[in-house]
């Protein structure tokens, strides 16, 4: 029965790291394509505009 739980323990561990890696190389993969397409299109980023002082600014990055 030991044995069982530490197998499942294992998996649940192996199963969460799986999914991180995932979400990590999606994110990657975003920032990329954005990267790509800035600088095909020779821009430097996306204005927000600020709603309290009504300045835009550069998107921060996520």
């Known amino acids: 029965m030991p044995q069982l739980i530490l197998l499942l323990l294992f998996a649940a561990i192996a ?17 990329q394509q954005e990267a790509r397409r800035r600088e095909e299109t020779g821009t430097q980023g996306t204005l ?4 309290v002082t009504g300045e835009y600014r550069l998107k921060e990055p996520e």
Not at 48 to 51: L, N, Q
């Open 15 to 31: 199963w969460f790291g799986y999914r991180k890696f995932v979400a990590d190389a999606e994110k990657l993969s975003r920032r």
């Open 48 to 51: 927000v505009k600020d709603p």
